[in-house]
């Protein structure tokens, strides 16, 4: 394990108990926990391999509550980390041993739908299934879909800026999000965008969706929902290379068209897929590609013919068109399910996602199987192709000494190959924990002061979610102007992890 946080402060350690006894004059009841084996739960997030026990957790129910922890937090120094229902594979929601923990799953309400502005007002805490559940009786729903969307919660969404199958056509988070209540460190409730398209001045929502919980803590989120599209047909494209599959995404695209979603998954993530849900995934090719085509009927006839024929061009050998909902559904099947599938046939897989130019796909892959003999472990690719946003997954056992530091060494390789073809470190998982001390490959110390330089107008103590995203801890103070002299660091006291 590569990643170092920053040492616990052991002057709030030892205050722990006073700690527990002010949070719980704010949120009385069981809403505070600081019981050891119950703090568990929150130990990690999606991101296993890293665990740490937060010092206390706190669940308010409203954003007078959050706002009073954040207020007596920013007073005594005290660092938060906020969670949603902790599904981030980057170890965003990772846990400090000395910061309180502020969960936000009792956030769980949907408060407002209007469907002649075609929008929803919900909590927080509200998984991104239940946004669309809460709308489908009227034929609508929310397009963002991660494949997660049964457990992650809208404001997990916001803080990673989520995408998932639907993303290329509709957009990610940033995309279908009006309006947010959030709470800054300070314990002021600022509310940014509203009900209508575009609010005056500066695009601080857009500021906030993707910021990982280190600007603030979001109470309330507005977002768009769309009706549904009349109807959608689905391509099962198999191929006989990679490479073939790669050149159709593109030439997909390129002939502008713009799919309802376009994801691929290489033989190994194939066959995991199939072993899982049985649904008649071509097993003797090396990329499948499913796209799926929304809008009226005609429209989606047309353009799924035309798709076809890109695939044949490119040299597929299978080809199954999806002829009901039912088989539509079938085909997304597998996909949907790859982590758990994957998840089957090794004990533990490390999931990365950069971005690449679709056009490098098939080069990107090759390199990939190149790393995975160099590092042996195995490792099984399923994509958002039509955005170019890859997840390999790397198979290793975390039992086994050394293999955990073998797929991180081989994740890093990854996201480096990543920007060397011209594309970035994170697609949709944000950087977290995960990628933090890879962000000085993509961007320079200059670049990285000015995007602290941002976090710091939002929370200049920095106590929100520290040793997330930024590789060097600079104190507010200091940015822009830090001087060596003689070796004489400035400003020594502060852990440079
Ligand atoms: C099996 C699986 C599949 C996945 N598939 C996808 C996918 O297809 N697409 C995708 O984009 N992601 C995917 N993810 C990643 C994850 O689900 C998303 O990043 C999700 O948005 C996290 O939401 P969460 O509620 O679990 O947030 P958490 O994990 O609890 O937190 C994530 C980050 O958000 C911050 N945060 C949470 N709530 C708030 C709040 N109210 N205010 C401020 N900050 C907050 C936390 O501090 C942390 O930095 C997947 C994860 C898993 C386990």
């Not at 768009?224 to 689905?234: D, F, S």
């Amino acid at each position: 394990m590569s990643i170092v946080m920053p040492p616990p402060d052991a002057g709030v350690l030892a205050r722990r108990a006073d700690i527990v006894r002010a949070l719980r004059s704010i949120v009385p009841g069981e809403g505070v926990i600081d019981d050891v084996d119950a703090l568990r739960p929150y130990e990690s997030d999606g991101l296993t391999a890293y665990r740490q026990p937060p010092m206390v957790a706190v669940l308010p129910e409203t954003t007078e509550q959050v706002s009073r922890i954040l207020a007596w937090c920013h007073a005594e120094g005290v660092k938060v980390v906020p969670r949603g229902s902790g599904t981030s594979l980057s170890g965003g929601a990772l846990p400090l041993a000395d910061a309180v923990l502020v969960g936000m799953a009792k956030f769980n309400r949907v408060l407002d739908i209007d469907y002649d502005d075609r929008l929803a007002v919900v909590q927080p805490g509200v998984t991104n299934l239940a946004v669309t559940q809460a709308v489908e009786d009227r034929g609508f729903y929310y397009a963002p879909d991660p494949s997660s969307q049964i457990a992650c919660s809208i404001g997990g969404n916001v803080a990673e800026n989520s995408g998932g199958v639907h993303c290329l056509k509709y957009g990610l988070t940033t995309n279908n999000v009006l309006g947010v209540e959030m709470v800054m460190m300070d314990g002021e409730i600022i509310r940014l965008g509203g009900r209508q398209l575009d609010p005056a001045g500066l695009d601080l929502l857009g500021v906030v969706v993707g910021s990982e919980g280190m600007l603030g803590i979001v109470t309330e989120v507005t977002v768009r929902i769309l009706p549904k599209p009349e109807g959608a047909r689905a391509l099962l494209i198999g191929f006989p290379s990679v490479e073939g599959a790669g050149n159709c995404v593109a030439d997909v695209i390129a002939a502008g068209i713009i799919p309802a979603g376009m994801e691929m998954m290489d033989r190994p993530a194939i066959h995991a897929a199939e072993a899982f849900v049985n649904i008649g995934y071509p097993l003797d090719v090396e990329a499948l590609l499913i796209v799926e085509l929304d809008g009226v009927a005609a429209e989606c006839d047309h353009l799924i013919h035309k798709v076809a024929d890109i695939a044949r061009a490119n040299g597929s050998t299978t080809l199954r068109l999806s002829s009901d909902e039912q088989e539509r559904m079938g085909f997304w099947a597998g996909r949907k399910a790859a982590f758990p599938a994957v998840g089957r046939i090794a004990p533990d897989f490390y999931c990365m996602d950069g971005t690449i130019p679709r056009r490098r796909l098939p080069e990107v892959l090759e390199k990939i199987q190149k790393f995975s003999r160099q590092y042996d472990l195995e490792v099984a690719n399923v994509f958002h192709a039509g955005d170019g946003n890859l997840h390999p997954l790397i198979l290793y056992d975390a039992n086994i000494p050394g293999q955990l530091d073998r797929a991180e060494a081989f994740g890093s390789d990854i996201l480096k190959l990543c920007v060397e073809v011209g594309g970035v470190l994170t697609g949709e998982h944000g950087v977290g924990v995960e990628k933090r001390d890879l962000m000085p490959v993509m961007f320079s110390e200059a670049d990285l002061q000015q995007q602290q330089r941002l976090k710091c107008a939002f929370d200049p103590e920095l106590l929100l979610n520290p040793g997330k995203v930024f590789p060097t801890l600079h104190r507010c103070a200091e940015l822009g102007r830090m001087h060596v002299h003689h070796g004489a660091v400035p400003f020594p006291d502060i852990p440079r992890f």
